[in-house]
């Protein structure tokens, strides 16, 4: 079939497979001409690799360190009258890429939630490394359910305390419009905690280490975000600043277990992801910093944002440099004082008519697509191209 992007507000219902593959391909380039890492030949296990910084967090040490990897992920493969999700192209991509390097790469798609999931992949790594050594927590879900309950919790995006109204960019039409959000009520902020907060992780690290398959000085990261005051009542001290909140707790609790400089949280920068498109206000924001950033040579993509975590500070032969707070901060660069200015002075000015003046939104839309698999070089999007790609290692 001829594939075309169909979008609707912060969801692309198609994804162009041969697109995916060289999006995938770029990073993986970009990756390579970085040189090699140190700590080479680690077993790295992501869980949420199919997409944005997860899938990031897979090339990197595959490409960079030469690392064998296992993904786990939850995406949709294409059928003959309908295409698959834009991880599943991207894994498709990965693992053949993998291949080629004679790379160690195998799938799980499924619920990463499930005591079923987490069964299977903690069976593979006992029977094909032994041990694992580092854990990328990078899961992101609307909704979990309980593996031992049962019960489904769905996460919000919702200030807490008072309904927030700010200035909101409408991805469709290019309208700079406005956006009232009502705040969180009833058990509001235990779903969010429950799906976006950190206790899947530590269930995986626990369950790992019951299999006796942690090994020793082990690393486990966890991704964050926290931004500009801009965007506090939504994100930081909303619902999901309280569920990323129970994320840095978990990585407490792990290190307090483990010892310390098992666990981090990592937080990162404001990024065109899947899931940051779905955020109110956040693609207004992220449109400036773009402009912002990229006149100042600052700017980086998910690829360049993990090179230089895994670089910097979990591959870095010291120790990775901590906030006050303990967290890595790859976020630096956005929160410079100078970009934060500029970015705020520019918010305060920006309507529908000098949109495309004063931020980047060109550069939004093409990072939007370019997710599912649109918009690359090298790619004949006029051509017919068969939507159905086989994994054969995922399960």
Same mark, same amino acid.
Request: contains cysteine; aromatic residues 10%.
């Given at each position: 079939?001829? *594939?075309?992007?169909?979008?609707? &507000?912060?969801?692309?219902?198609?994804?162009?497979?041969?697109?995916?593959?060289?999006?995938?391909?770029?990073?993986?380039?970009?990756?390579?001409?970085?040189?090699?890492?140190?700590?080479? &030949?680690? !077993?790295?296990?992501?869980?949420?690799?199919?997409?944005?910084?997860?899938?990031?967090?897979?090339?990197?040490?595959?490409?960079?360190?030469?690392?064998?990897?296992?993904?786990?992920?939850?995406?949709?493969?294409?059928?003959?009258?309908?295409?698959?999700?834009? &991880? @599943?192209?991207?894994?498709? +991509?990965?693992?053949?890429?993998?291949?080629?390097?004679?790379?160690?790469?195998?799938?799980? !798609?499924?619920?990463?939630?499930?005591?079923?999931?987490?069964?299977?992949?903690?069976?593979?790594?006992?029977?094909? @490394?032994?041990?694992?050594?580092? *854990?990328?927590?990078?899961? +992101?879900?609307?909704?979990?359910?309980?593996?031992?309950?049962?019960?489904?919790?769905?996460?919000?995006?919702? #200030?807490?305390?008072?309904?927030?109204?700010?200035?909101?960019?409408?991805?469709?039409?290019?309208?700079?419009?406005?956006?009232?959000?009502?705040?969180?009520?009833?058990?509001?902020?235990?779903?969010?905690?429950?799906?976006?907060?950190?206790?899947?992780?530590?269930?995986?690290?626990?369950?790992?280490?019951?299999?006796?398959?942690?090994?020793?000085?082990?690393?486990?990261?966890?991704?964050?975000?926290?931004?500009?005051?801009?965007?506090?009542?939504?994100?930081?001290?909303?619902?999901?600043?309280?569920?990323?909140?129970?994320?840095?707790?978990?990585?407490?609790? *792990?290190?307090?277990?483990?010892?310390?400089?098992?666990?981090?949280?990592?937080? !990162?920068?404001?990024?065109?992801?899947?899931?940051?498109? +779905? *955020? #109110?206000?956040?693609?207004?924001?992220?449109?400036?910093?773009?402009?912002?950033?990229?006149? !100042?040579?600052?700017?980086?993509?998910?690829?360049?944002?993990?090179?230089?975590?895994?670089?910097?500070?979990?591959?870095?032969?010291?120790?990775?440099?901590?906030?006050?707070?303990?967290?890595?901060?790859?976020?630096?660069?956005?929160? +410079?004082?100078?970009?934060?200015?500029?970015?705020?002075?520019?918010?305060?000015?920006?309507?529908?008519?000098?949109?495309?003046?004063?931020?980047?939104?060109?550069?939004?839309?093409?990072?939007?697509?370019?997710?599912?698999?649109?918009?690359?070089?090298?790619?004949?999007?006029?051509?017919?191209?068969?939507?159905?790609?086989?994994?054969?290692?995922?399960?």
């Amino acid at each position: 079939m001829i *594939i075309k992007p169909k979008t609707r &507000g912060f969801i692309c219902t198609t994804a162009h497979p041969d697109g995916c593959k060289e999006h995938v391909r770029s990073q993986i380039e970009y990756v390579q001409g970085e040189g090699n890492l140190e700590k080479s &030949g680690k !077993n790295v296990l992501v869980i949420g690799a199919s997409t944005g910084y997860g899938l990031a967090s897979r090339i990197v040490p595959a490409f960079g360190g030469n690392c064998p990897t296992i993904g786990v992920f939850f995406e949709k493969p294409g059928t003959e009258n309908r295409t698959g999700s834009a &991880g @599943w192209y991207n894994s498709v +991509a990965f693992e053949e890429f993998a291949a080629q390097k004679g790379l160690y790469a195998k799938s799980f !798609n499924g619920d990463a939630f499930s005591h079923e999931l987490k069964k299977e992949v903690i069976d593979t790594i006992k029977n094909d @490394w032994g041990h694992v050594d580092m *854990i990328v927590y990078s899961l +992101a879900s609307p909704r979990r359910t309980d593996p031992d309950t049962g019960e489904v919790y769905k996460s919000v995006l919702k #200030p807490i305390g008072a309904p927030y109204s700010q200035k909101n960019l409408n991805t469709d039409t290019g309208e700079v419009t406005s956006v009232s959000i009502e705040a969180a009520e009833g058990d509001d902020i235990l779903n969010t905690e429950k799906v976006m907060g950190g206790e899947d992780w530590e269930m995986w690290i626990n369950d790992l280490n019951e299999a006796g398959l942690l090994a020793d000085g082990f690393t486990t990261v966890a991704y964050s975000y926290i931004g500009p005051e801009l965007t506090f009542p939504i994100y930081t001290n909303g619902t999901i600043g309280k569920a990323k909140e129970h994320v840095e707790k978990t990585a407490a609790a *792990i290190n307090g277990k483990f010892g310390e400089g098992s666990a981090y949280v990592s937080v !990162n920068k404001a990024l065109v992801t899947q899931a940051s498109s +779905a *955020i #109110p206000v956040v693609p207004l924001y992220i449109s400036l910093l773009y402009k912002v950033m990229k006149e !100042n040579g600052t700017h980086e993509g998910c690829i360049e944002q993990i090179y230089r975590l895994f670089s910097d500070h979990l591959y870095h032969t010291g120790s990775p440099k901590l906030d006050e707070k303990g967290r890595i901060r790859i976020d630096d660069l956005e929160m +410079a004082g100078e970009v934060q200015s500029a970015v705020m002075d520019a918010w305060q000015k920006v309507d529908t008519d000098n949109l495309t003046e004063i931020s980047d939104f060109e550069g939004y839309r093409s990072e939007f697509l370019k997710l599912f698999g649109f918009g690359l070089n090298g790619v004949d999007y006029t051509q017919e191209t068969n939507p159905v790609r086989e994994m054969p290692s995922a399960t």
